[in-house]
C-alpha cells in the first residue's frame, strides 16, 4: 500500500505565506516526479509545480516567483512553499507522486493525496 498525506494548509491573509508538506509512504521502489496540483470551486485541477528526482522543476506562469517546490528524497516528501499568496490562490492543493511500488515489476504509476484546503482572504 503507497499513501500520500498533505499538510500546512488553512487560512492566510493576503501577502501572507504557507508551507504545504506531502510524505509518501508504504511499499514504494522508488519515486519519479512529484508535484501539486490544485482546483478551484467551479475550476479544473490544475498543475501549480512539479519536481523531478534530480530536482528540475516547472511551474504555473501564475505562481512564478511566488511559490517555491523542493523535495526531500530520502523522506519521500515534497514541499511547496507559497508567499505573496493572493485571494486567486484560494484551492485545494493536492499533491501527486510518480512512483513506483515495489513488486510492479517497474511500472510508474500516479499516487494522490487527499488534499489540503489553502483559504486567501482577510
Known amino acids: 500500500q503507497v499513501q500520500l498525506v498533505e499538510s500546512g494548509g488553512g487560512l492566510v491573509q493576503p501577502g501572507g505565506s504557507l508551507r504545504l508538506s506531502c510524505a509518501a509512504s508504504g511499499s514504494i521502489f522508488s519515486i519519479n516526479a512529484m508535484g501539486w496540483y490544485r482546483q478551484a470551486p467551479g475550476k479544473q485541477r490544475e498543475l501549480v509545480a512539479a519536481?523531478?528526482?534530480?530536482?528540475?522543476?516547472n511551474y504555473a506562469d501564475s505562481v512564478k516567483g511566488r511559490f517555491t517546490i523542493s523535495r526531500d528524497n530520502a523522506k519521500n516528501t515534497v514541499y511547496l512553499q507559497m508567499i505573496s499568496l493572493k485571494p486567486e490562490d484560494t484551492a485545494v492543493y493536492y499533491c501527486r507522486a510518480d512512483l513506483v511500488p515495489r513488486g510492479s515489476y517497474g511500472y510508474t504509476t500516479p499516487y494522490w493525496g487527499q488534499g489540503t484546503q489553502v483559504t486567501v482572504s482577510s
Open positions: 519536481i523531478t528526482s534530480g530536482g528540475s522543476t
